[in-house]
Structures are given as structure tokens and as C-alpha cells.
């Protein structure tokens, strides 16, 4: 890949040139010493990949990514000192369209995570797969949990799936949802393991739903949002529990949105509601497609207001979407779907 690097401390850029140097595949395209110059040669000189650090002088990472998302498209990756420290800046970027972040290298230490991350980006830029495997219906079943305080399963299940500026999207929809919304909510965002819980805490400051971990051997209770997060797929068992298995192996993304989306199809017996959201690449595309076979209600959030048109595009391409949606609208038809609930019934 043809990689650039935006950083305003020399020893970081020699580290990172470095960690470059070690793979003949990569190669430094140019570098920059804040985000208003990364956006001037990025127009000149667009590269597969960016590594951008978030604080920085004239212009920071965050209003980089969203100008250079918005101005002249390319991957991007958070490489910044302490992504812990900085989470705030970290979920903003992501929401401006950033697929990834992970944590400056030193000399002699971080360099084979950094490399590890540029693999997994490069598959994902490169297409060399363009679709998950999707899930067999031979889904396993987990002891079951039972409901606190004699809560009741939900009879509404709905499933988002968000990439590249998934955060920002995630938050603005949850945000328009009140706290006795009657469906349960999984959402299959990609986001490296580390930032997980990060992810989830934030998105539950954000609105007055629970959001959690996804679970394993759970039934979905109504008002709650799972996130899943790990390095394992959440899928739908057979009796409509919320399950984590290591199959289908194989895929870019763990956990896939395509896998949980073809298990609803398969195994959700009661209403439910597919939703895809910005994001980078074709995941999640036939998953959607699969639920509106199905006799699921499904939408995509529209191009105008997608940080990433990739995979709502994908569905497009496929007609998977029974209604396509601007990112302000999304919240309003959930709340509106639940008031007219012929719209949930499996056709």
C-alpha cells in the first residue's frame, strides 16, 4: 500500500517509517506536520492509507479526517500516543470516518501490532475478500439467562451494523430512541477490542437506553442496546438467544455484520428490523438482503449523510433496503415503527 504519515513529532514519523521500511509492499507516499498540510497533499496525492495522530498544531486529526472524508475520500488509521488518553478525540475521529486506531510505535516496541493492524487494513482497502462467510443455520445453543426481575424477552429485535464513522451515526440514532423504546437493539460495529468498552460506555452516555456488552446464552430484553465487541461472532440461536461463536472463520471482520444479520434471518421468529449504516467495504450488504427475503423491514442510511458510502452502497447495489434513510430520519422511523407495528410483521 501507499501509505502517508501525519504527525508533528519527528521521532514518531522516523518510528512509523521504520515499522514501513520492514514490509516491501508498503511505501511511504509523503509526510505531514499537521492536519491543514495532510489535507493539501492529500488533494494532490491521494495514498491507500493514512496514519494520522490526533493532536497536532493549525489542524487536529479529527478535523483532518472529516475534511479529507469529505474532500478527497481515503482510508485512514488513528495512530496516536495513548489512545486510552485521548479516547474522546479517538470516537470522534472514527465518527468523522476513521476505520481504526491504535497506539504510536517507540522504537523496538509496538511495531508488530501496528504491522498486524496495516495487514488487516490492506485486506480490507484491497478487497482481497469482498464478502464474509455467512452463517450456517447450525447455530449452537447456549444455557440460558434468565431475565432479571422477571423481565420480558423483547418481541422486537433490531440489528444495526456500522463501520467508518459508525460511532457518530450509532450515537445520533440511540439519541433519538426514549428509554421505554420497546425493541432490543445489537449492534455489530467494527472497532478493535481494545476500544470496546470504551465504545459501549460512551454510547450509553450518549442516550437513556442500557447499552452493554453483547452476551453469551441472553435473550434481548426491550430498552437494552448489545453491543458486539471481542474476538468472537454474535449471532441468533435457533431459540432467539443471543449467542458468541468462533464460526464462521475466515472473515476480515470479527465480529461480522453479515454473519449476525444472516442468523437473524435464519433463527428470529418474531418482528425484527435491519439497519446498515456508514461503513467501508460490502459487509453487512447480503446479511441485509438476506433479512429482507426474509420478511424483515430493512434500511440504509443515504449517501448524503453516510461519513463512508461503502456499505450502504453495497446494499443499494444488491436492493436489500425496503427504505433508504438520511442519518436524521433513522431515529424518527424506529420511534414510528413502533407505533405502527404492521411494518415488523414478517411478510
Not at 77 to 95: D, H, K, M, P, S
Not at 216 to 224: C, F, M
Not at 257 to 266: E, P, Q
Not at 322 to 328: A, G
Amino acid at each position: 500500500m501507499r501509505i502517508a504519515i501525519v504527525n508533528d513529532m519527528p521521532l514518531a514519523v522516523e518510528a512509523m517509517r521504520r515499522v514501513l521500511a520492514t514490509e516491501k509492499r508498503h511505501s511511504l507516499s509523503w509526510t505531514a506536520r499537521d492536519g491543514a498540510e495532510a489535507v493539501e497533499k492529500c488533494a494532490a496525492d491521494t495514498p491507500d492509507l493514512i496514519l494520522m495522530d490526533l493532536i497536532m498544531p493549525v489542524m487536529d486529526g479529527v478535523e483532518a479526517t472529516r475534511r479529507i472524508m469529505s474532500e478527497t475520500p481515503c482510508a485512514i488509521l488513528v495512530v496516536t500516543a495513548t489512545v486510552e488518553g485521548n479516547a474522546t478525540r479517538v470516537y470522534e475521529a472514527l465518527g468523522a470516518g476513521a476505520l481504526d486506531a491504535v497506539e504510536t510505535p517507540a522504537f523496538g516496541k509496538g511495531s508488530g501490532f501496528l504491522l498486524v493492524k496495516l495487514d488487516l487494513l490492506e485486506r480490507q482497502i484491497m478487497g482481497r475478500q469482498s464478502t464474509s462467510p455467512l452463517f450456517s443455520a447450525a447455530a449452537m445453543e447456549k444455557k440460558v439467562e434468565t431475565p432479571a426481575d422477571g423481565a420480558q424477552a423483547a418481541d422486537w429485535l433490531v440489528a444495526i451494523g456500522a463501520s467508518a464513522g459508525g460511532p457518530a451515526a450509532l450515537a445520533k440514532v440511540l439519541a433519538g430512541l426514549p428509554a421505554d423504546f420497546p425493541g432490543a437493539i445489537v449492534i455489530v460495529q467494527h472497532i478493535d477490542t481494545a476500544f470496546a468498552a470504551g465504545l459501549i460506555s460512551w454510547l450509553d452516555s450518549q442516550c437513556a437506553l442500557k447499552v452493554v456488552a453483547a452476551g453469551d446464552g441472553v435473550y434481548p430484553l426491550p430498552g437494552h442496546v448489545y453491543v458486539a465487541s471481542g474476538d468472537r461472532h454474535a449471532v441468533i440461536s435457533p431459540s432467539g438467544l443471543l449467542v458468541q461463536t468462533d464460526e464462521p472463520r475466515g472473515c476480515i471482520y470479527l465480529p461480522s455484520i453479515d454473519v449476525f444479520l444472516t442468523s437473524m434471518a435464519s433463527n428470529w421468529k418474531k418482528a425484527g428490523t435491519g439497519l446498515l449504516l456508514t461503513g467501508m467495504g460490502r459487509d453487512g450488504a447480503a446479511g441485509l438482503l438476506r433479512l429482507r427475503q426474509a420478511g424483515f423491514f430493512t434500511i440504509t442510511q443515504d449517501r448524503e449523510s453516510s461519513a463512508v458510502y461503502g456499505m450502504p452502497k453495497a446494499a443499494a447495489e444488491l436492493n436489500a433496503a425496503s427504505q433508504v434513510l438520511s442519518l436524521q430520519s433513522i431515529s424518527g422511523q424506529l420511534r414510528q415503527l413502533a407505533l405502527d407495528k404492521t411494518k415488523l410483521k414478517r411478510r
